[in-house]
């Protein structure tokens, strides 16, 4: 299922970006949050969408806030897949996750979300 994330993480082919971007995290329990979280964003040429991979490795639940340069002012969700010990067997589409625009003359969005203890989950950024 690791690799269906990157190749056909919705059963329809849908895949991970080919155009790699840099990646940042801070998780609320640890500002080193590359040691528990590890994160791999990309833009997916095809259709425009960023693309962002989380991947939890811990055995709790973490809270973290992702940081998305030069996303459009007027998106405002990215949608969500999961892979992890709730099902084994298929990523499930969980509900849409809100982007905050950026605030005055910034050009930095973020999301805010809890990633399930041990987990790998992508997130679609339409720009």
């Known amino acids: 299922m690791a690799f269906a994330v990157y190749r056909n993480y919705d059963g329809n082919r849908s895949t991970f970006g080919d155009i790699a971007l ?23 040429s095809a259709d425009n969408a960023v693309t962002v991979v989380v991947t939890n490795k811990t055995y709790g639940d973490l809270n973290s806030t992702l940081s998305l340069a030069n996303i459009s002012s007027t998106t405002t969700s990215a949608q969500v897949f999961v892979y992890s010990n709730a099902n084994l067997n298929a990523i499930v589409a969980r509900p849409s996750v809100t982007v905050t625009p950026p605030t005055g003359s910034g050009t930095i ?19």
């Open 22 to 44: 840099t990646s940042t995290c801070t998780t609320t329990a640890n500002a080193d949050g590359e040691g528990q979280l590890a994160v791999y964003g990309a833009l997916r």
């Open 109 to 127: 969005s973020t999301i805010t979300m809890k990633f399930p203890a041990q987990s790998i989950t992508l997130l679609v950024v339409t720009k």
